[in-house]
């Protein structure tokens, strides 16, 4: 029988296109650790479905022979992949339930099946944490009101913190998994106590850090003020907004801390360099010592738009980092044009570092590697307190007055330690204390002019009015 060339085409044709709908990899897992919490699901993540850790798509199910099994439709290429009970903070581990790099297999594109074992999970896993002993957990679930949301919250306090009575500078850092503890981290960790305690102990004075958790699949959101249509984003400051409004007043109150923005660092690396760069910008009067490390600047192009509108009327201290082999040298070029456009805004190269190496990757071995030099070089200079005099919502009313002066205080900042004075032309001083006498009774003083001076410790400068009592 003899078959034409067009049928015979078209038989090709379907036969392929059946090969090609039939085409599945399987993942079979068939052994699992047995401190797997009873009820949790095993999920699947990877570069096949954007790297969701909870995607309900990815679930493995009982295959009835004592087996959890996925059946995926996938394209042929290589696969990049982790198992989790449904978030990055119950990732699968190693051995020694530690980080376990991600899995690998090269899929032909034909019906195959991959048989693994899961060891451990990162959370239950048989490892003992790496954190120092000065390191700490603030909370597991502190209550973050702007983002309706509870996050673990670590604290780092400097090796002679429980035997002195010295006040602290603070750093918040993001992704707090990855700060102190291999036994938690995503991809390794930062080792900023190991780095920290080893410059205490070459004479640095040290320094309070507290780093929050990222919030697993919320990380998009919550480290971006921007939204990125592929990818999210839009909670960035409602983040940064707990820092500023939540936890920072927390740890000033419960911990012996300087509380100045001269003495406040912010640190984040990729979209933590991101919402670190957007807290340095937005809110200098909260943060004036920044470590942006691999900033993601590519996610929204307002990271630089932001530093041509916002204000700068305060000295900053900013270091940058990339590395030349993140993104072919993307990451060097964006932070390099970010660099030209501080200089163009107004901030001047005492203010501005920006380190890159040939070496740099995307990744914590090398944020880890560099943190030692960028904490020294923040905190290298002291930087000049703001003037009290240029501080607003601090007045007196009613002046004149025929006795009692009030002073109106707006700022929440000069809450505590504003020190007032009130002296007679002469310079004789009449009255003086702190913060707490907001109404001066004039009343025994004789008609004239009088100066009341006002003052705080983590401001420069004198704030003067003259009073005229009638």
């Known amino acids: 029988m003899k078959i034409s060339s067009l049928s015979f085409s078209l038989t090709v044709l379907s036969i392929l296109l059946s090969t090609c709908l039939t085409a599945q990899l399987t993942i079979l897992v068939d052994a699992w650790p047995e401190d797997t919490p009873e009820g949790d699901q095993v999920y699947i993540a990877g570069n096949f479905q954007g790297w969701n850790p909870g995607d309900t798509d990815y679930v493995l199910a009982d295959d009835g022979q004592g087996n959890l099994s996925i059946t995926m439709d996938l394209t042929a290429g290589n696969l990049i992949f982790k198992f989790t009970r449904g978030s990055w903070d119950t990732v699968e581990g190693n051995e020694q339930g530690q980080f376990l790099p991600d899995r690998t297999f090269t899929y032909g594109g034909g019906t195959e099946t991959l048989t693994l074992q899961i060891v451990s999970w990162e959370d239950v896993g048989t490892g003992s944490s790496t954190a120092a002993d000065n390191v700490s957990i ?9 983002l309706d949301a509870n996050r673990r919250i670590w604290i780092y306090l400097p090796p002679d913190y429980d035997g002195s009575n010295l006040d602290y500078p603070v750093m918040y850092m993001h992704d ?5 503890d291999a036994n938690t981290s995503f991809s390794g960790e930062w080792e900023v106590d190991e780095t920290l305690n080893d410059l205490h102990e070459q004479g640095d004075p040290g320094i309070i850090v507290v780093a929050i958790d990222n919030g697993g699949a919320e990380r998009i959101n919550e480290y971006s003020p921007w939204n990125n ?3 999210g984003g839009g909670d960035g400051d409602a983040y940064m907004q707990f820092i500023i409004s939540t936890l920072k007043p927390y740890i000033d109150e419960n911990y ?11 640190m984040g690396s990729s979209l933590g360099g991101l919402i670190s760069h957007y807290g340095a910008v937005e809110y200098e009067e909260v943060f004036s ?9 590519w996610f929204a192009d307002e990271a630089y738009t932001i530093v041509t509108q916002a204000d700068h009327e305060q000295e900053m201290r900013l270091f940058l980092l990339a590395g030349e082999l993140e993104g072919s040298g993307s990451v060097v070029d964006d932070a390099e044009a970010m660099i030209d456009t501080f200089l163009a805004n107004g901030y001047t190269t005492d203010e501005l570092n920006l380190q890159t190496h040939a070496d740099g990757q995307h990744s914590e071995w090398y944020w880890r ?3 030692g030099d960028a904490y020294q070089w923040l905190f290298a200079e002291p930087l000049s307190a703001p003037s009290l005099d240029k501080v607003l919502g601090i007045d007196l009313f009613p002046n004149p007055t025929s006795d009692i002066v009030t002073l109106r205080i707006e700022d929440s900042e000069l809450d505590t330690g504003l020190q007032l004075q009130l002296t007679d032309l002469f310079g004789r001083v009449l009255l003086q204390g702190n913060r707490g006498t907001l109404s001066l009774n004039l009343k025994a003083y004789p008609s004239g002019n009088y100066l009341l001076k006002a003052s705080h410790p983590d401001y420069s400068g004198v704030k003067v009015w003259t009073v005229v009592k009638q």
């Open 256 to 266: 012996r801390t300087l509380p100045g923005r001269e003495s406040t660092a912010l």
């Open 369 to 371: 590697r560099e943190f």
């Open 138 to 146: 603030l909370s597991t679930d502190f209550y973050m009101p702007q």
């Open 289 to 297: 010592r920044v470590g942006i490390f691999s900033p993601s600047y």
């Open 176 to 180: 707090g998994q990855n700060v102190f």
């Open 229 to 231: 249509p592929s990818y």
